[in-house]
């Protein structure tokens, strides 16, 4: 492989000048056919007259917004405005390169991508807006076999959610893009339907389209705050008159933290620097006709394409030098079309090996370089969805792929909006899969480690360490000294397997070296007895005179009619289809408690909350961090648990799917006769502060028996083996 040395290249960037941002943008407008379409536009465009009600305002023009606004008006909501600072697009959108991916290893997200990616291409052709489309596909690397695998798994997805992908051989990689060095590549991952778009004519296009479906957009006007009035309808304040309407959109990009802080909504987002360059042209490039797909690189952090007849390249820099978030970026008001200085340094390394894969690009100078904030969530994923807490508030930020998810994610979220759910499950987008814990800190953490990782695969099991603990139990520190491995599941650190001779676990997609690890836990519930905290569960107390009706309405069956009676329920929503599912016992005529997934806390207050009509008299309390649970699981559970009861614990006093009060090692407890691995045993629910001498008693005692700790590969392997079903909803 051609060496080209680093100095070469910052030889070559060095004797380029910042271009400031005016001039920049000055350069993209119309520069070249296709591309960079004009953004800024003072004429008045059709519609644009302020009104003082609507049905939903949208804050922001950018993507998000605007793709939100077309799809709502398609739905038939033509009654919403969307409100911009600044022009549509001058966010993050106008500035970034435009990729739309349809390679995505999660279905959901894939059918969001692969909708923007039917969309954009018929765009222009409907609404006379240049939008820029190359459909020139993608190929991403595979450089080790876990790769490989992964592609497998991709390939699955990509024939389910119906785009053309192919797993290609580096001869077949040379075939489709003859200038790349294949060094050490295995294989390539070829996406046919997707391409490169221009992201300010894309949004425009949305705009049009939008507009002309009887949607207002009201451009340099800023929102300066948000009320709710006591009808529940909300008041949008904007620098032209102030708006009443039934539904508010946060879609304000990196400045959707400011927006929420008005009506007390956390906003997980950090505002992440990336930067890309774009060359002269180059002349390989000028000779051929056709144009080379969007490559995608882990080896180089990087991805490269042609840029009409330059390149572009784009570096997910992996410096823990280098703070890659932009604190201050994109954070003041007035700033639109805002870029920073060029930063070489953080991406020199990963730019030397773009030029030793592509060697034709290594003499090109760089005509520009473009350095934008962009917004990014802990997980990388948007905040597609309902706030948390708020009845008709709703996210549509976050996004740090959001050119690619901006028509996707619009259409799903209208859905959600206009029917109260989507053709697709988005739980992997809900703003509610993060809770308080969710801070300015752990989203930082986990958002600089998303972006480093943007072509690191995540293997099964893998767990980052980024922003962790977040929220532990009290025997957290306990397990973790006894060889605990713990997964992160809403911010809680959960025991996953239990490492008892030091040993770690090799990642992958395969059977592993902790299999007879796990299979040793699976034994001991089996055989003998196990404990496991459990204490992440959501819980909640439902009371008052109308708790039962309340309760029977929300869910497919019918609460127990016995005191004690343990059901498992869904709740159901309009439609018919699954909302939560939960496990209530009775506890008296009118109190209920009632266990959800830890990841469904948010969602299931809100359900609850949101689910009580007026007239109903029902408190919900959440009791999730009052309570600790351990569950006491295995044929010998009955025996260990004799030792520190007077309760009878036999089938005919406490059987199957009953719960009651009783005194365990000296603490009254909720003990509930369930599980999910299919054996005899115990949830034994107490003040979280008990938790740990209950467990100290019972491992002690249990040690006669041989007892282990169990974690969640466990559970999974042993509930399956007796086909118990749970997270479809969690
Ligand atoms: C260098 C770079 C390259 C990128 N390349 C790609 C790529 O190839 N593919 C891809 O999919 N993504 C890419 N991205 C990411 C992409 O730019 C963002 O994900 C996307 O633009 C986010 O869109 P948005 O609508 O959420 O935010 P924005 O575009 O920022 O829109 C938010 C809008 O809200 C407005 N606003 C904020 N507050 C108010 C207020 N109070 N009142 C009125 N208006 C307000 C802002 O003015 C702004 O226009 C790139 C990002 C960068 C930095």
């Given at each position: 492989m051609p060496n080209i040395g680093r100095r070469s290249i910052t030889l070559t960037c060095a004797a380029l000048l910042p271009i400031p941002a005016a001039a920049l943008l000055a350069l993209m407008v119309r520069t070249q056919p296709g591309r960079f379409s004009r953004i800024g536009n003072d004429q008045h465009q059709p519609g644009e007259v302020m009104k003082s009600h609507a049905r939903v305002v949208i804050i922001g023009g950018g993507m998000m917004g605007v793709g939100l606004l077309y799809h709502l008006a398609l739905e038939g909501w033509d009654d919403c405005l969307l409100v911009e600072k600044g022009e549509l697009s001058s966010g993050s959108t106008w500035h970034a390169a435009g990729q739309c991916p349809s390679f995505i290893a999660d279905y959901n997200l894939a059918k969001i991508h692969h909708y923007s990616n039917g969309l954009y291409p018929k765009l222009e052709e409907m609404t006379g807006q240049a939008t820029g489309w190359h459909g020139c596909g993608g190929i991403r690397f595979a450089t080790t076999p876990e790769e490989l695998d992964y592609f497998r798994l991709v390939e699955g997805i990509a024939a389910n959610v119906g785009f053309r992908m192919q797993i290609i051989s580096p001869e077949e990689i040379k075939r489709l893009n003859p200038f790349v060095d294949t060094t050490g590549v295995l294989a390539g991952a070829w996406t046919l339907d997707d391409g490169h778009v221009d992201p300010a004519g894309c949004c425009n296009a949305m705009a049009i389209a939008a507009r002309t479906l009887g949607?207002?957009?009201?451009?340099?006007?800023?929102?300066?705050?948000?009320?709710?009035?006591?009808?529940?309808?909300?008041?949008?304040?904007?620098?032209?008159?102030?708006?009443?309407?039934?539904?508010?959109?946060n879609a304000g990009g990196c400045y959707a933290g400011r927006i929420g802080a008005w009506v007390g909504v956390n906003v997980p987002i950090t505002n992440m620097k990336h930067q890309y360059l774009v060359t002269e042209p180059i002349p390989e490039f000028i000779?051929?006709?056709?144009?080379?797909?969007?490559?995608?690189?882990?080896?180089?952090?990087?991805?490269?394409?042609?840029?009409?007849?330059?390149?572009?390249?784009?570096?997910?820099?992996?410096?823990?030098?280098?703070?890659?978030?932009?604190?201050?970026?994109?954070?003041a008001w007035e700033s639109e079309n805002e870029l920073f200085a060029p930063e070489y340094e953080p991406i020199m390394p990963w730019l030397e090996r773009v030029m030793e894969r592509m060697p034709i690009i290594a003499d090109?100078?760089?005509?520009?370089?473009?350095?934008?904030?962009?917004?990014?969530?802990?997980?990388?994923?948007?905040?597609?969805?309902?706030?948390?807490?708020l009845r008709n508030f709703w996210l549509s930020c976050g996004a740090s792929i959001g050119i690619a998810q901006g028509a996707g994610g619009g259409k799903y979220l209208a859905e959600l909006m206009v029917h109260g759910d989507a053709e697709i499950n988005m739980l992997k987008v809900d703003p509610r899969r993060?809770?308080?814990f969710a801070d300015k800190n752990y989203t930082a953490a986990k958002s600089h480690q998303d972006y480093k990782h943007m072509y690191v695969l995540h293997l099964p099991g893998e767990e980052r360490p980024a922003g962790r603990p977040a929220q532990t139990s009290p025997l957290y520190q306990k397990l973790m000294n006894k060889g605990c491995v713990h997964a992160e599941g809403f911010g809680w650190e959960r025991p996953k397997w239990f490492s008892l001779d030091g040993r770690q676990e090799e990642y992958g997609f395969r059977r592993n070296n902790v299999f007879d690890v796990v299979a040793a836990e699976c034994r001991a519930v089996r055989e003998r007895v196990s404990i496991r905290d459990l204490s992440s569960?959501?819980?909640?107390?439902?009371?008052?005179?109308?708790?039962?009706?309340?309760l029977n309405r929300l869910c497919a069956n019918s609460v127990?009619?016995?005191?004690?009676?343990?059901?498992?329920?869904?709740a159901i929503s309009t439609n018919g289809r699954i909302q939560s599912e939960f496990t209530i016992t009775r506890l008296a005529d009118d109190r209920f408690y009632?266990?959800?997934a830890a990841a469904a806390e948010l969602r299931d207050y809100d359900l609850l909350a949101q689910g009580k009509e007026?007239?109903?008299?029902?408190?919900?309390?959440?009791?999730?961090?009052?309570?600790g649970v351990l569950l006491v699981v295995g044929p010998r559970s009955r025996e260990l648990l004799e030792k520190f009861t007077n309760a009878s614990l036999d089938n005919h006093q406490f059987p199957w799917l009953t719960g009651r009060e009783i005194e365990v090692a000296g603490i009254n407890l909720l003990a509930l006769r369930i599980n999910f691995v299919g054996e005899l045993g115990w949830e034994l629910h107490m003040p979280m502060a008990e938790l740990e001498h209950v467990y100290d008693q019972l491992w002690a005692a249990g040690e006669d028996y041989d007892i282990l700790d169990l974690g969640s590969y466990a559970v999974n392997s042993l509930r399956l083996e007796k086909l118990i079903l749970v997270g479809g909803v969690s």
């Open positions: 949607a207002t957009i009201i451009r340099h006007n800023r929102v300066t705050g948000i009320n709710q009035q006591a009808s529940g309808e909300w008041e949008v304040i904007t620098e032209q008159g102030n708006i009443i309407c039934e539904h508010v959109v000779e051929r006709d056709q144009e080379m797909p969007v490559m995608r690189d882990p080896y180089c952090s990087a991805y490269y394409r042609q840029e009409q007849k330059s390149a572009l390249i784009g570096i997910y820099e992996r410096s823990d030098t280098r703070e890659a978030w932009a604190e201050t970026g994109g954070q090109a100078g760089v005509v520009r370089v473009v350095n934008g904030a962009s917004p990014h969530s802990p997980d990388g994923n948007p905040l597609l969805g309902p706030a948390a807490g993060f809770g308080p569960f959501a819980k909640f107390e439902i009371s008052g005179p109308d708790a039962l009706t309340f127990s009619r016995r005191q004690g009676g343990i059901v498992l329920a869904h009632l266990l959800s007026n007239h109903e008299d029902v408190t919900i309390l959440n009791l999730t961090y009052d309570y």
